[in-house]
């Protein structure tokens, strides 16, 4: 069963810092493309930040230079595990949200679109106050 779970949201004021963790099992294979993605209340959903396993990132807007994402598979265990995470600095009121983890389809090798990725976790909160 692919299990998608995020960790490391919270309360933190502007300027901060937090760091989104997001650990993926259950995969048959290793997931080439991993991102994150946020939704505001009121707003549609958007990219944050995707990387793939040739380490090519790519960001929103809103988020570069201020954010970096990684990835880290383990090949250890006999389904695919993986840790993502997102370093976000330099927090802004903006930035609060729900934050989720994807990985995209098998075969996919890169997109920042969120109807390419197919598993998706429950999500964690972040929220930036002044």
């Known amino acids: 069963q692919v299990r998608l779970v995020e960790s490391g949201g919270g309360s933190v004021q502007a300027g901060g810092s937090l760091t989104l963790s997001c650990a993926a099992s259950g995969f048959s294979y290793t997931p080439y493309v991993m991102g994150w993605f946020r939704q505001a209340p009121g707003k549609e959903r958007e990219v944050v930040a995707v990387i793939n396993d040739r380490r090519n990132t790519g960001y929103g807007d809103s988020v570069k230079t201020r954010f970096t994402i990684s990835k880290e598979n383990d090949y250890t265990k006999e389904n695919a595990n993986t840790i993502l995470s997102l370093q976000m600095n330099s927090l802004k009121v903006e930035d609060t949200a729900m934050y989720y983890c994807?990985?995209?389809?098998?075969?996919?090798?890169?997109?920042?679109?969120?109807?390419?990725?197919?598993?998706w976790g429950q999500g964690t909160q972040v929220t930036v106050s002044t």
């Open positions: 994807a990985a995209a389809g098998k075969g996919v090798r890169w997109s920042m679109r969120a109807t390419d990725f197919s598993d």
